[in-house]
């Protein structure tokens, strides 16, 4: 079992910057792969980013070079740096991680005001 708990979501303004973070717990040793996914009202859940225990990773083509994922191993920790934030990227942001199964975090609302 993985446990995710995401931190870092609100209110910002068009053209500001948020960092989202993913604490993950329990079978560390089983996750392959990490990752955030969004959904906004009204659509399906789509990706954002992943990034992979060896550090490589994949974006999106709405986010890249806005967005960018990273992890930090030490704290099993995955963050997503956004930046030019736009009201399209108004969702709720879910972290995963891809073990023999995915796992997903409660998900934290990023709102960005026009």
């Known amino acids: 079992q993985v446990q995710l708990v995401e931190s870092g979501g609100g209110l910002v303004q068009a053209g500001g910057s948020l960092r989202l973070s993913c604490a993950a717990s329990g079978s560390i040793s089983s996750i392959n792969a990490m990752g955030w996914y969004r959904q906004a009202p009204g659509k399906q859940r789509e990706l954002v980013a992943t990034?992979?225990?060896?550090?490589?990773?994949n974006y999106a083509n709405y986010v890249k070079g806005r967005f960018t994922i990273s992890r930090d191993g030490a704290k099993d920790t995955v963050y997503l740096q956004m930046n030019s934030l736009q009201p399209e990227d108004t969702a709720v942001y879910y972290c995963t991680a891809f073990a023999r199964m995915a796992y997903w975090g409660q998900g934290t609302q990023v709102t960005v005001s026009s």
């Open positions: 990034i992979t225990q060896g550090g490589r990773t």
